[in-house]
């Protein structure tokens, strides 16, 4: 890799970080509004370095680093020392380190389950992340050995889970918030896809269900075009965060932070109070 290249991406990184963005933490449940998260997807430590600069001058409140779309997702110190150099450059913005499998809508990479797991661990014992994803769908047990690494280094799991094909039935979804407060996780995610409205209110009414029953912050999300409306509105039903299009999507039905970040401002002045209930 040329290294001449990597230092350009993270000068660029600490220029953005002198042009009076504002660096204050926010984490996930905490505060009235959702937070606006936006996606890193490239494949190279380089281009995920340079697409770090060009969101950081967008102001996100949180920043996924989709590590599947990663070229060198299956060596750790790799991994590692990218992870370190983005925590480096956002300063105080918190990260989500995210391995999404290809079952869930992630990209074929040659890892397991299990040896996803291993570097969601060594994120959590090696770099200062502060957040790690973790599927549902894993082993309980690799689920629970993932809990006392992340917990043993003050890094916080976010519980997910997703279907890029349809939504489940509301019992399903709630099912979903139930188990990750159960594992003793610290947020439940539930991303799904709508095929009609129906579906979309299925979604948003779950989530303020959960929200009124549960203890842990809620993201969720319909996802395309149908869904779109719950990126924007999802607060005022108990969704703590939101995706927004920095520079690349990860999932359709993001919306560019820009536009999003003005809707959320409308939607908070026209109800006259806080958008998360």
């Not at 380089?46 to 969101?55: D, K, M």
């Not at 299925?202 to 075009?225: D, F, Y």
Request: negative net charge; contains cysteine; aromatic residues 6%.
């Amino acid at each position: 890799m040329d290294s001449k290249r990597i230092n350009s991406g993270e000068s660029l990184l600490r220029m953005s970080e002198g042009d009076g963005i504002d660096m204050k933490a926010k984490l996930i449940g905490e505060g009235n509004q959702p937070l606006i998260c936006t996606p890193l997807v490239g494949k190279t430590r380089e281009a995920v370095l340079a697409e770090l600069a060009a969101v950081l001058a967008k102001q996100p409140d949180i920043i996924e680093w989709r590590a599947d779309f990663f070229e060198s997702v299956g060596s750790t110190e790799e991994v590692v020392a990218t992870a370190n150099s983005l925590k480096k450059s956002a300063g105080n913005i918190p990260i989500i380190f995210t391995i999404r499998s290809i079952r869930e809508g992630g990209q074929p990479i040659a890892l397991t389950d299990r040896q996803a797991i291993e570097l969601d661990a060594a994120i959590c014992k090696q770099t200062g992340i502060e957040y790690v994803d973790c599927e549902l769908s894993n082993k309980p047990e690799d689920i629970e050995y993932l809990r006392q690494e992340a917990h043993a280094n003050h890094t916080k799991i976010i519980a997910s889970f997703h279907n890029f094909d349809h939504t489940p039935e509301r019992e399903l979804l709630y099912q979903k918030f139930t188990e990750a407060e159960s594992y003793g996780l610290d947020v439940a995610k539930v991303a799904v896809m709508p095929k009609t409205l129906e579906d979309v209110l299925t979604l948003l009414s779950v989530t303020l269900e959960a929200k009124a029953r549960l203890k842990i912050p809620l993201i969720t999300m319909s996802m395309g075009g149908y869904g779109a409306v719950t990126r924007m509105i999802g607060g005022v039903f108990g969704s703590s965060l939101t995706f927004a299009v920095g520079q690349s999507s990860s999932a359709p039905g993001q919306v560019p932070i820009e536009d999003l970040r003005t809707v959320l401002e409308l939607v908070k002045k026209s109800i006259g109070g806080d958008l998360v209930v």
